[in-house]
């Protein structure tokens, strides 16, 4: 598991990794992440593409790069604030400060 981004104090709800070579796509990743959330099953959440390009993101997020592995995507779903690494790591947080509903990428390359 790896260190949240988050500032300290403030714990993700679930994190989990998500590997772009498998089988299973980015958006039934997070899907399953905010079902695990909510104690519900995926496919009882309201559809994520009502939210987000998933392919678009996706390719966003292709090759291996140091500028892939530094950025993250933040949008909200609900009550839930969901955070996806370039290294694969998403993270759920419970909206204590919702998301702007529209998704932002933020790149942190360098030192």
Known sequence: MTASRQP???APAYETEYEADSDQSLAVTISEALATVEGTEPWEIDPLYDVIDFD???RLFQGDG???RAMTLTFGVGEWNVHVHGDGTIEVFE???P???SPTV???VGD
């Open 95 to 97: 909206a204590v400060r």
């Open 8 to 10: 300290s104090g403030c």
């Open 106 to 108: 933020e790149s942190v």
């Open 99 to 101: 998301a702007d509903p």
């Open 66 to 68: 140091e500028t892939q």
């Open 56 to 58: 678009a993101v996706e």
